[in-house]
């Protein structure tokens, strides 16, 4: 059975995140969460501590690798064999971005599977730009990311406005 | 790993459905295509002609089981033991009722995955509906479906409108 | 303050439903919930059984009340001093369908405003139609409709498919 | 320079319409504005009073040309010369199908081309539809068809319902 | 009868906040306009001087108080007892992140409301982004904009391009 | 008959602007390529080596005119007696960006039709920004620009990242 990616900026990762790795790794055998650092938006936490953030956050799974890489995607995929990339959707905008990189990855790479997952319900208006928001203006934002990554947030964010 | 599900009305199957199908065959263990009949909508093939020509379009892929069922899709899956659902997407409009099936079904099984696809662009604009309102007005669909079922849709339909 | 106006079809009223009629209820004075039956659509509960099954459902709200009309919504509403259209909003596509008839009935009465609500994300794939499916087909509708409201629907249509 | 061709049920004619026809006619030297019979939607008014209405509502255009066709659109196009298809467009949920019709067009007959125009905003919620349902529940729709169309709807459909 | 909240960024105000503005005035006892300043987007106006123009603009209206403020949206609204906020919708775009700052609020304070109105149809294309882009390269806008914020956008960014 | 304007950016022109030009010029007299240079996004390549990129791409028309202007699109046509704007849609979000610039274009010259043209459905995931982050990254973009536009892009950004 074939090995899954499930590719992100993580920036910090988020119980929607973590939904969708774990229905990941139920279906598939292996299971790699890999930053991608090649995207030009400024990232909060640096590689070294979102890694932290995502190792602590998925302790739990015993199929799941976390990993950075600033190449392309399909080449990252292809070096190591992974013929599916999982990607979550929640709304409309999502939908149309994410299929266009889809059709391209498909075309880079002809045997690279993109297969999209919806998040459970709870967390479809979660994003990690919103979450710094609220953070930023001192909102609460427990039960949307586990709580080392709550503590990550506000220390880096608390009361500083955004 | 797990086994595919892959569902719909297949009135007739189109290449479309058949560029998921091969997608699913490259990544499951084994993939069932499952005509559903419980939809409210007249079909123009009897579930015994739609299952012969899902058989000869996918003859030639060895872990493809063809079958009906006139039950819900979440108990056929449970007494199969197949925990992913396969849809194709092509736009926004399917998006948001597969999305919304996609949810309800999470909640009738919480462990039953839907895992969306994206077809071949050159696909991208296909659907059942649309073969047969040309064939109806007697335009070629020649290279969207398999010779078999074009000449099936063309013995039902030619020149008669619809 | 304004009297709003929640209208539907109602066939039949789901949790969906309900928590828009208490949002309406906790904001305007008197909420009206009425049945439009001049839709073209073939309902599978007589009007009078609609009105029966919301009576049961907001019987806890006081300023709550169940109507039915074969008229025009901007009509009705002229004649009762309702200021307010409240109309819940799941998807892209309700929000099409919806803006269209709010521009339309701002332009039959340009002193009536339409206000969207969003359903709480428990509910955002919920539909009356979808639950027809699942009873339909044997499946579960706990938690989705009051209790009532699913025995009616049992009632109605366990084992028949649909 | 090319004909153009303005295809739709007109069921009846709108002043949305009218707006995509006048603006073809500027930018065109011959435009067809032509009724296609082969939907398999039941229409209110027949092929011969649809073609009176729309007449009347354009006979102020010299370079119009009033016309019906249970044929295909390609093959219509084809016969004719015409190299443009014009089409309206309001919303998004048009602009999927659309697109979709347009491609699978474009795939019949690889020289013609499918030109899309938005409506005047004061017609951006306006449809043969929506017409039908309001005049059918005794509302006014002065200033959304011309005035005969008025009367035939109000003649076919008044206090009727629907 | 509740007060309601109509925020933004007001950069600057334009005839489709002036016309969500009134239409609030119409059905809440007391509306609060009030500019939210942590956004990360730089602004064209200092908040005092967008004070000024929503100050003139809504002059006509008795029970608006204009406001801005550097905090979380919900927190301002529970500290003033204001249980509605009123946002103006035009697209799809809109509407998904809208959607998702309305459930995020319901999560932090879920007795807070949020009601979408759509604009008049006359302003469904205008935003404050447009407008700049139009004045800066020396286009009207005349009927868009109240005519001091005219003469104020003129004043900052006449022929200057942007 | 009438001349057209196919504006962009073009930063690069790529295989799907090429598409729309050529369907443009088949179907119009003359055929403005414009770049417009007001937009507030940083290009990759100045506008002299846009102009160049685009010249040599489209040098198989004859009657396509490549330029560029800093000022606003609706005066540059009424100077050339240009009638008609011409753009490619690919998705929803392009829709509805794209209907917002047409509705405000019309009210800036309501002589000035905007037409929507649909790309080659091979290049419907195909867009300038995509092609620059493929190239940083080192990936392959043979197919989707023109031989020369891909070496131009090499020599730009190759092995760079983005």
Chains 1, 2, 3, 4, 5, 6 share one sequence.
């Not at 602590?56 to 080449?75: C, F, I, M």
């Not at 149309?96 to 059709?103: C, G, H, I, K, S």
Request: charge should be negative.
């Amino acid at each position: 059975m074939s090995d899954a990616l499930v590719p992100g900026s993580y920036d910090p990762i988020t119980n929607g995140h973590i939904d969708i790795i774990e229905r990941s790794a139920r279906v598939f055998d292996k299971v790699w969460v890999t930053i991608f650092t090649n995207s030009s938006k400024k990232p909060l936490f640096s590689v070294e501590e979102r890694l932290e953030l995502i190792k602590e956050a998925v302790s739990h799974l015993d199929n799941v690798v976390v990993d950075s890489s600033e190449g392309l995607l399909v080449d990252y995929a292809r070096e190591r064999g992974i013929s599916v990339v999982v990607k979550g959707l929640r709304a409309v905008s999502d939908f149309e971005y994410e299929l266009q990189m889809a059709q391209m990855n498909k075309r880079l790479d002809p045997k690279l599977e993109t297969f999209f997952v919806t998040t459970n319900v709870e967390y479809s208006y979660l994003s990690s730009s919103i979450i710094k928001v609220v953070v930023a203006n001192g909102g609460s934002i427990k039960g949307l990311v586990p709580k080392h990554v709550e503590e990550a947030l506000v220390a880096k964010l608390d009361g500083r406005g955004c």
